[in-house]
């Protein structure tokens, strides 16, 4: 069987920052990257004005997919939230002094961790296999035994099982 030949190699290996750079790659990644870097330095100034400038660690700022110039906060608590309620029309006009345009701005609560948490088995021991059946299990293949055939291969299998496993 014959195939055809390869097409000779016209493109050369390129700068993993060309691929980051370019519109039709990741370029589209790195430039919103780039805009939220910008939006939290902004946002970190316009609450410094605001004297509000502890909270900026505790928020997480982007921009609503669906709205027009709809910035979208992520806040840790319920009393951030309600302060942050409170001066949104004097952030808004901040945040327009930093050139950041934007028209509205959502609140939201992050939803909570969850309040249990996965511990290590207590040794580091795995868990050991059972060594057999138990007293109900052992009466339950037994049962089901003598009701089988003589000479069923289900029967012949039971007693397998219940052979091979100890008591």
């Not at 605001?50 to 505790?58: G, I, M, S, T, V």
Request: hydrophobic share 40%; glycine share 8%.
């Amino acid at each position: 069987m014959n195939f055809a030949p390869k097409p000779p190699r016209t493109k050369a290996a390129h700068e993993w920052l060309d691929y980051l750079r370019d519109s039709e790659g990741l370029g589209g990644i790195l430039a919103k990257t780039e805009d939220l870097a910008k939006l939290k330095i902004a946002l970190r100034g316009a609450l410094s004005e605001l004297d509000l400038e502890n909270f900026a660690q505790k928020i997480e700022a982007g921009w609503r997919s669906g709205g027009q110039n709809e910035l979208f906060l992520l806040v840790n608590g319920a009393s951030i939230a309600t302060r942050l309620q409170q001066v949104l029309p004097s952030l808004i006009n901040e945040l327009s002094k930093k050139g950041v345009i934007c028209s509205t701005i959502k609140v939201r609560l992050k939803p909570a961790p969850p309040t249990w948490e996965i511990k290590p088995r207590e040794g580091g021991q795995v868990s050991q296999k059972p060594q057999g059946f138990n007293a109900v299990a052992r009466a339950s293949w037994e049962s089901l035994l003598e009701k089988l055939a003589p000479d069923s291969d289900l029967r012949k299998a039971v007693e397998r099982l219940l052979q091979s496993k100890p008591k």
